[in-house]
């Protein structure tokens, strides 16, 4: 998912190019709205960090780009990882999204899945599917 300062900040082409040049296809895209009830069940195991208000409070500030995105084997949630780059925006290596483009933690452009049950999870939560 590019988040609400990806969107704002224009970046959906760059992102959706790295995960295209990488080899891997967008099968669903959606540009969307996101209501405090829907931020809440998709960050749902976050509930207790001491961040989790701001956060929600982040993903409703502006729509997201929503996608599922599909690669030769089952992998494809980690070969995303690696493009998007470590959590804490320090660690972040150059190369990856966060690495290149973001400067906070809390404003790191992209959400990933954790792996394939979250990946499934997730793809219900936004998609029906
Ligand atoms: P995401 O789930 O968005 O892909 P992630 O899996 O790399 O990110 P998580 O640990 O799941 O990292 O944290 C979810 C999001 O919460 C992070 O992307 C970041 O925006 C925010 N976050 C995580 N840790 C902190 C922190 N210590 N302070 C502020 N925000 C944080
Ligand atoms: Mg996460």
Redesign the pocket.
């Known amino acids: 998912m590019c ?1 609400p300062d990806a969107v704002e900040r224009g970046l959906i082409g760059e992102i959706v190019g790295r995960i295209e040049r990488k080899g891997l296809r967008l099968v669903a895209a959606e540009l969307r709205d996101v209501d405090r009830a829907l931020a809440e069940e998709h ?1 749902d ?2 509930r207790e ?1 001491p ?1 989790f208000g ?2 929600v409070t ?1 993903l409703t500030r502006s729509p997201v780009f929503a996608m599922i995105v599909e690669g030769p084997s089952d992998d494809t949630w980690q070969l995303c990882r690696i493009l ?1 780059g ?3 925006v320090t660690d972040a290596q150059p190369g990856s999204i966060r690495g290149d483009l973001a400067t906070t ?4 452009l ?3 899945s ?1 792996g394939p049950e979250s990946a499934e999870r997730e793809i219900k939560l936004w998609f029906g599917a």
């Open positions: 988040k960050y195991e976050h960090k961040f701001e956060l982040f998007i470590q959590t804490k933690t809390s404003e790191n992209v959400h990933g954790d």
